[in-house]
C-alpha cells in the first residue's frame, strides 16, 4: 500500500518534519543519494516558503507516476512535493522563479533553483487566493521517448492525494497507464478509511495495470473480481483514444467525474454500487470527444460535489496538471481543515504546445 504524508506546516519545526518526510519518501522510491538529497532541498525550500509569504499552509508529498502516461505495471516511480496555502499569493511569480531570489532564512536554493533540480514543476498563484507549487523528483535516469517512457502522447495527467486526519495511508488511489494509443485514467474510492480501505484501492491499482488494454466497462468487471477479497470500492474509469479523439468513461460508487471543453463542464455519470461486492448488471459506458482544449477531473468524495473550478481550470493548457488537482483541492478546503475524508483529485489534459521547434 502507498505511503502518504501530509505536513501542517505553522511554524519553523515543522520544516524539519518536511525534510524528514521527503527523505522517507526518496528512500522508498529507492532514489539514489544525490536526488534524495535533491528531494530533502526542494521540499525544505517550499515548506520554508509557506512560512515567509503564505502564512503557513500544507505539504503533500506522495509517490506518483510519471506525468507521461506509461506502458504496463512500470515501477518507476517520483516523489511528489506539493505545497499549497491560503496566503497573500506572489504578486510577481516570474521575479520569484529567477535564480539569486530566496526566501529570508531559507537554504538559499530559490524557487528557480527548485525547478532547475526537479524533474518537474509548478506554481500557480493568484494575489488574495493563495499559492500552489509542485515538484516531482525522481532517478533523472530516463527522460520520455527513451528508457521505459514510450512514445509520448498529446496529453498528461497528475493528481494530489490527501488522507484524512494526517493518516498514514488514503483509501483513496489513483493512476493512469497506456496502452497502445490508449491511456486510462482510473481513480478509486476504498471503503471506509485506513490501511483495509487503502488495500481495496491499491488492489484495483494493480488490476488496473494488468488489464489496461480492455474498455472501462470490462475493467470495472475485471476490477470487481479483483476486489473481492477486500472491503470493495468505488471506482471511475476513463479512457482516452487519443487517435480517435473520443474518450469513454464508465463508473461504480461515488467517485466524481467532470469534463470540460471549451467554457463548459458537465459531470459523467456513475452507477450506484461497489465495486467487489456489488456490480451493476449494466454498465453504461459513456462516450464524448475529446478537443485541445478538453480537461478531465475525477475526484473522491472527501471533496465537495458542488466544487469551483477556479482558475487554473480555465485557459492554459501550460500547468501542470498536479497543479490543477492541488488548486481544485485547496480552493474546497479551508486554511483550518483542508479535507472532510481521504482525499484524491486527479486530472487528465492536453500537454503544452511544444515551443522547441
Known amino acids: 500500500m502507498p505511503r502518504v504524508w501530509e505536513v501542517p506546516v505553522h511554524d519553523s519545526t515543522r520544516v524539519r518534519d518536511v525534510r524528514v518526510a521527503a ?29 515567509k509569504h503564505g502564512g503557513g499552509g500544507r505539504v503533500l508529498l506522495d509517490l506518483v507516476d510519471p506525468p507521461a502516461p506509461a506502458y504496463g505495471d512500470d515501477d518507476l516511480r517520483l516523489v511528489q512535493i506539493v505545497a499549497f496555502d491560503h496566503g497573500p499569493g506572489i504578486a510577481d511569480v516570474e521575479t ?30 493568484v494575489p488574495g487566493r493563495g499559492t500552489v507549487a509542485m515538484a516531482r523528483i525522481g532517478h533523472r535516469s530516463a527522460r520520455p521517448g527513451t528508457g521505459p517512457y514510450p512514445p509520448p502522447v498529446p496529453v498528461r495527467v497528475g493528481g494530489v492525494n490527501v488522507p484524512l486526519a494526517g493518516g498514514e495511508f ?58 473481492r477479497d477486500t472491503r470493495g470500492a468505488a ?8 487517435i480517435a479523439g473520443q474518450l469513454y468513461f464508465a463508473g461504480v460508487g461515488n467517485v466524481g467525474a467532470r469534463l470540460r471543453r471549451g467554457d463548459d463542464w458537465h459531470g459523467l455519470i456513475s452507477r450506484p454500487g461497489i465495486v467487489g461486492a456489488h456490480l451493476p448488471g449494466h454498465l453504461h459506458q459513456h462516450q464524448e470527444p475529446w478537443t485541445p482544449d478538453s480537461l ?7 471533496l465537495p460535489s458542488r466544487w469551483n473550478p477556479g482558475p487554473t481550470t480555465g ?30 483529485v486527479a486530472v487528465l489534459s492536453p500537454s503544452p504546445p511544444d515551443r522547441s521547434s
Open 23 to 51: 527523505r522517507d519518501a526518496a528512500g522508498r522510491a529507492r532514489l539514489p543519494e544525490d536526488r534524495l538529497a535533491a528531494a530533502e532541498l526542494v521540499a525544505t525550500e517550499l515548506a520554508t516558503n509557506l512560512l
Open 96 to 125: 520569484a522563479l529567477r535564480d539569486g531570489f530566496s526566501t529570508t532564512d531559507s537554504l538559499g536554493a530559490g524557487l528557480g533553483t527548485c525547478r532547475r533540480t526537479a524533474d518537474g514543476f509548478g506554481l500557480h498563484s
Open 315 to 344: 485557459g492554459t493548457p501550460l500547468l501542470d496538471p498536479a497543479v490543477i488537482a492541488a488548486s481544485i483541492l485547496r480552493d474546497a478546503s479551508s486554511p483550518a481543515r483542508p479535507v472532510r475524508d481521504d482525499t484524491a
Open 235 to 242: 471506482v471511475a474509469v476513463a479512457q482516452l483514444d487519443v
Open 170 to 227: 488514503s483509501g483513496d488511489a489513483w493512476t493512469c497507464v497506456r496502452a497502445a494509443d490508449r491511456v486510462t485514467l482510473m481513480l478509486a474510492d476504498g471503503l471506509g478509511h485506513g490501511p483495509q480501505a487503502a488495500r481495496a484501492s491499491s488492489a484495483a491499482v494493480h488490476a488496473l495495470h494488468q488489464a489496461a488494454h480492455l474498455p472501462p466497462a470490462e475493467l470495472l468487471r475485471r476490477l470487481h473480481t479483483a476486489l
Open 296 to 302: 478531465l477531473v475525477l475526484h473522491s468524495d472527501g
